[in-house]
């Protein structure tokens, strides 16, 4: 069995990924404290879903998958690039990340509702 593990979870997320979710602690600005079951898949879907919208910086994408372990955020990011789940692409001085159809799909395959 899976151990528990206590996490943030950006808002938006929270409400589609339920099934993921054992626990719902405190509110904290636009993210939820909860405890949480198969945490690295949740991890990684909280990194493409933060890329369905709109493609980020390594920076925005940091902060906004409220992956708060740098270290951790490192290993789901390059967990994703080698599925190709996302794809990262020099523009100028930035490196932007964006997600793929394989990510897609793969994100899709969790959420209740698609929008």
């Known amino acids: 069995m899976m151990k528990a593990r ?9 409400d589609q990924l339920e099934d993921f979710i054992i626990k719902r602690d405190e509110q904290v600005l ?3 404290k909860a405890r949480t079951r198969d945490y690295s898949t949740l ?4 990194l493409l879903y933060q890329l ?3 493609p980020m910086t390594f920076s ?3 902060v906004k998958s409220k992956i708060r ?3 951790s955020f490192l290993n789901y990011l390059h967990l994703c690039i080698d599925y190709s789940f996302i794809r990262k692409e020099a523009v100028g001085s930035n490196v932007i ?19």
Request: aromatic letters at 10%; proline letters at 2%; hydrophobic letters at 40%.
């Open 60 to 62: 925005d994408l940091y």
């Open 69 to 71: 372990m740098k270290r």
């Open 6 to 14: 206590l996490t943030y979870i950006p808002l938006e997320v929270a």
């Open 97 to 115: 990340y964006t997600i793929t159809d394989k990510g897609i799909t793969m994100l899709n395959l969790f959420m209740k509702e698609t929008r």
């Open 52 to 54: 369905k919208r709109n």
């Open 43 to 46: 991890s990684l879907l909280k």
């Open 30 to 32: 636009d993210a939820v």
